[in-house]
């Protein structure tokens, strides 16, 4: 049984190796760019698998089996083409090739690749949607440093819009 950090099935761990420095894999194939801080893979849940409860991880954990609960981390969530996940997903940076089916919040940034299948909410600052995949739901976009600021409009403070009258 493959369950995280488990063995992978047989014929397949030269195709979905986890990532080396620099060089990651998702689905098989090359995404460097995307998941160049996916240095070392800390859990897996493989093809075939299935789990069902909360997940709470440091680091990178990859995903190609079947997941249903809640997932938490400050580090990078990748769910691979096979992967099915029903769950309410808090990370850091999630990069999804399968299919989702819940709310995802992402601080730093969420990539959808040309496979993925995502019914749900997303939020996060920095969105990246590929040819080919599939997003049903509410994106909310905001960027975290603009969130923490207050916005004051027409260009003056409360008191300075609420002092002049347009009767006057």
Known sequence: MNIFGGSR????????GPPRKGDAMIGGKKEGAALANASELNALLGQGSEF??????????????TFRGDIQSQGLLMIGESA??????????????????????????IELQATARVTGNLSTPALVVKEGGRFDGQCQMQNRERAARPVTLLGGTGKEQGSESPAS
């Open 9 to 16: 099935d047989k014929g397949k761990a030269s195709e979905q």
């Open 52 to 65: 069902e409860g909360k997940l709470s991880f440091e680091g990178t954990v990859r995903i190609d089996g």
């Open 84 to 109: 099915v996940v029903e769950a309410e997903i808090l990370v850091d940076t999630a990069v999804i090739g399968g299919e989702v089916r819940g709310n995802i919040t992402a601080k730093s940034k």
